[in-house]
Each structure stands twice: as structure tokens, then as C-alpha cells.
């Protein structure tokens, strides 16, 4: 019996016919027992991946994410059919508490950190649900200053008072003290300067290539999130209209006109843009 080494393109296959890290599945929503939100979502995240949903504000991008982590009961939302599948089990019925136990954790829109706290402090509270002792979670609290090493600088300042950008490297520090498999990112790039942005987005490259940390991101900056995400799906109005190869996608005429501001052309502006006609085939 001889020893086989898989090919390249062996190992291609094997991925693309992996079950996915994650599974949405013709999801619905509702708020309110009455306003549907999302109409038959679905789509999958593979295991170290990191993939984007894009859309305009109001696509359903963060209930879609709130779904997947059970956060629509607070605001009076629920999954009213389809299902929600990690690491290949039923989800959408478990609590906020055991989706971060099993490794799933969701970094909110808006660079929520609890303000009255020190930047520290508020990274020790990601910690809160391990059960692998102080030294354990001491060395994470290291690596995660080697990620963000502005943190370190600022460990004892009050989290209120620190910069947007700041807040936002502190809210993904405190997820990664969770040990997490998968982020749910919320609009990363929401009120920060452009350079930050690219910061953020290298800091999330980094940590799905060396600490194989799978991401799921809701981003409006389509562009930069194209960049790095390496597929992406395109909501509008509650449903996928559009979804493909991040590369792919970066050279599609409908992606470029719709949510680039560019088309043939040349560059349109926003109002062009929105009230430009769609083609039927863009939302068939």
C-alpha cells in the first residue's frame, strides 16, 4: 500500500465539496409579527473563509447577521422559515450564550464597547465565557495587542474617550478573546477615515491567515470590501440578487454601476446611480 499526496487540483475539489463552516437556508424574517425583512436568504460561508454581504443600507444585511447569532428577539424580530446550519447543526433556536461558546461571535455596527471602561477591560470581558485559565487567556490578551498594538498604548485609557478607530480595533480584540471560529462583522468600515479602513481590513486578513479565523462581513464599502473578502453576495430588499468570486464580482457592469458609481461611462453620481433604471435581469 503506497502513500498518496493530493494534487492541487484534488485539493481544490475537496474544498469546493466540503460542507460549509456555515449554511443559511431560504431564511425569512419578520419584525414585529408583521414587516418582512429578509425573503429567502441563503447562502454559505466555508471554513476559513472570509465572505462578504453587500447591499445599500436597509438591504438586510445586519438582520442577516443578527439572525445567525439570535440577536432579532431583542428587537422583536424572529426567523419565521428557513434554518440557520454551523458546523453542520440546527442554530437559529440557540441562545446568543451558546453561539459564543461554540465559537460564533458577532462584532456589532457601531464600535459598541462599554465607554465607562479601559480599553483593557473591555478586551477581558470577551473572555468571559473560557474556561482555560489566567494564563491562557493572558496570552491571548498579548497576541491581541500584537494585532493591534495601538491598544496596547492606550490599555489604560477609558474606552469613550478613545478614537472611532480605536473603539473599532477594541471590539474586534474583545471577540478574538473569545477564541472564536467565525466573526460576524457589522460594518467595519461605518465613520472611519479611509486609512483606518485599510487598517481594519489588513488587521481582518491577518487574523483569517494566521489564526484561521473564518469572517463573514455586512459591508456598504463595497469596494474595499471586494478586496479582500474572497466572495461576496449582493442583498437588496431582502433577498440575494447577486452573488460570486469577490474578483469576479469586482468587474461585473452591474456591480460597477450600482454600488462602484462607475459604469462605461465613466463615473456617476450617487443620485444617477439611484434612480438609475435596473436591467430585469438585475433583480430577476
Known amino acids: 500500500m503506497t502513500d498518496h499526496t493530493p494534487t492541487l487540483e484534488e485539493g481544490v ?62 428587537e422583536r424580530g424572529e426567523v419565521t422559515k428557513g434554518s440557520i446550519e454551523y458546523l453542520g447543526e440546527r442554530i437559529d433556536r440557540l441562545s446568543p450564550h451558546d453561539l459564543v461558546k461554540r465559537g460564533v461571535i458577532q462584532v456589532m455596527e457601531g464600535r459598541h464597547c462599554f465607554e465607562h471602561l479601559t480599553v483593557e477591560e473591555n478586551l477581558m470581558t470577551g473572555a468571559y465565557t473560557r474556561r482555560d485559565g489566567a494564563a491562557a487567556v493572558k496570552q491571548d490578551l498579548e497576541k491581541v495587542y500584537t494585532y493591534f498594538p495601538r491598544l496596547k498604548e492606550r490599555f489604560k485609557s477609558q474606552a469613550g474617550y478613545t478614537s472611532g478607530g480605536e473603539q473599532q480595533m477594541t471590539a474586534i480584540g474583545r471577540a478574538l478573546m473569545a477564541r472564536p471560529k467565525m466573526i460576524l462583522l457589522d460594518e467595519p468600515s461605518m465613520g472611519l477615515a479611509p486609512q483606518l ?27 474595499m470590501a471586494l478586496r479582500y473578502a474572497r466572495y461576496g453576495y449582493i442583498l437588496e430588499n431582502g433577498r440575494v440578487v447577486l452573488d460570486g468570486e469577490a474578483s469576479v464580482l469586482r468587474e461585473n457592469a452591474d456591480v ?19 434612480h438609475y433604471k435596473r436591467r430585469k435581469r438585475w433583480l430577476a
Open 256 to 274: 460597477k454601476e450600482f454600488y462602484l458609481g462607475l459604469s462605461s461611462g465613466g463615473r456617476k453620481s450617487y443620485r444617477d446611480v439611484k
Open 13 to 74: 475539489e475537496a474544498a469546493s465539496t466540503a460542507a460549509p463552516l456555515l449554511s443559511v437556508n431560504s431564511v425569512e424574517v419578520i419584525y414585529n409579527h408583521v414587516i418582512l425583512v429578509l425573503k429567502g436568504v441563503s447562502f454559505d460561508v466555508p471554513e476559513g473563509g472570509i465572505v462578504a454581504l453587500l447591499g445599500a443600507n436597509g438591504a438586510g444585511k445586519t438582520t442577516t447577521l443578527k439572525a445567525i447569532s439570535n440577536l432579532l428577539r431583542a
Open 197 to 223: 479602513v485599510e487598517e481594519i481590513f489588513e488587521i481582518v486578513a491577518q487574523l483569517n491567515r494566521d489564526e484561521g479565523v473564518t469572517f463573514l462581513l455586512a459591508e456598504q464599502n463595497t469596494n
